[in-house]
């Protein structure tokens, strides 16, 4: 399965979050580590959803840039 992750840049770590898994997030602090850990966090959300006898939510969010006049 393919997820969404959204990923934020903050002041001093990136911050990602799964919009298909609510409550499944990571902070790392390189882009690289922030993914390794959503990675591992998707997994681990995965798991405890299934030994809890909850729905697997399948992926289903994507993601759009939109311009627009910000002058």
Do not use: Q, W
Not at 15 to 20: F, T
Not at 37 to 43: F, G, R, S, V, W
Request: negative net charge; proline residues 7%; glycine residues 10%.
């Amino acid at each position: 399965m393919k997820y969404m992750v959204v990923m934020e840049k903050g002041e001093t770590s990136y911050g990602a979050h799964v919009p298909d898994l609510p409550g499944c997030i990571a902070v790392g602090e390189t882009r690289e580590e922030a993914l390794e850990l959503i990675k591992e966090a998707i997994e681990f959300h995965i798991e405890g959803l299934r030994e809890a006898g909850e729905p697997v939510p399948s992926p289903s969010s994507f993601g759009e840039y939109v311009e627009v006049n910000a002058a």
